[in-house]
């Protein structure tokens, strides 16, 4: 349903409710009945105008971001937000989100360069709040060496908790050859992250060849995978489909890791493009 039809439908509704009330009350009540209501219950009528007037007022001032956003008009949306972001600095959580996604969903990382400079000035919180759509944005961009400088830097000071966070340092390692590293960090991951599937892609590196880098037992490692497998393969398919942004970011290594959790039991002796 369109955005005007539905602006439209619950101003009716708030009108006719707030009619009906009043002029029943009015229509039926005695003039004492009236005074008490003037005297008593005015404040229901202010509580229902500063509503009315708040909602509409709301969808004014963000008009053309939610047009934007019912139509889908991905590249209009990201250039109302540059405009808002870097010409008016109205540098809100909701737009650094929404710019942060959009940016990732075109491809445009060079905004997220830029948003990212402007935020470390400006409002360096807001580079720890969004840091693991910084880190996801750095690894589709194929920089590497970025990811694991940001990551670094990130882990200076403190941010907010988020397993990606963690995930995304690992993988950094990984995909710069730094496999003793990435084994160490990956199997801190299962010590410590509960979000399941990080967890899934952390033992998967893991069982992917990982192993050789580490200095524990193999065989001890095989009972951690084994156990990890069992255990994360009570989820039901469709349970990993239910994920956010990152599934766009690691679809091929989700889907490799999805297809090695539902085989049996085995220690892969394989290195798959995705580790290697």
Request: proline share 3%; hydrophobic share 50%.
């Amino acid at each position: 349903m369109k955005l005007k039809v539905l602006i439209i439908i619950f101003n009716a509704l708030l009108f006719t409710v707030f009619f009906i009330a009043l002029f029943f009350s009015f229509f039926t009540a005695d003039i004492e009945f009236i005074g008490n209501f003037s005297k008593n219950y005015w404040v229901f009528v202010l509580f229902f105008m500063i509503l009315l007037l708040g909602t509409n007022l709301f969808f004014i001032r963000n008009w053309k971001l939610i047009t934007t956003i019912e139509a889908a008009d991905w590249p209009a949306l990201s250039l109302y937000l540059e405009t808002e972001i870097f010409e008016k600095k109205h540098l809100t959580a909701k737009n650094i989100r929404l710019l942060c996604e959009i940016s990732i969903l075109l491809g445009d990382f060079e905004i997220l360069k830029r948003l990212e400079q402007l935020l470390e000035k400006a409002k360096p919180e807001y580079i720890k709040t969004f840091a693991a759509r910084f880190a996801a944005a750095k690894l589709l961009a194929n920089d590497y060496q970025g990811l694991a400088d940001f990551m670094a830097h990130i882990y200076e000071h403190p941010h907010e908790s988020s397993p990606w966070i963690s995930f995304y340092d690992a993988f950094s390692a990984q995909m710069l050859k730094q496999k003793p590293k990435a084994m160490e960090k990956f199997s801190h991951i299962l010590e410590t992250e509960p979000e399941p599937l990080v967890r899934l892609l952390s033992v998967y590196f893991i069982a992917c060849g990982l192993y050789d880098y580490s200095d524990e037992q193999k065989d001890e490692i095989e009972r951690r995978v084994k156990a990890e497998k069992r255990k994360l393969s009570k989820h039901s398919l469709q349970r990993w489909k239910k994920q956010k942004i990152h599934v766009l970011i690691l679809t091929k290594a989700i889907d490799d890791a999805l297809i090695w959790l539902f085989k049996e039991d085995e220690l892969s002796e394989q290195t798959h493009q995705t580790v290697s």
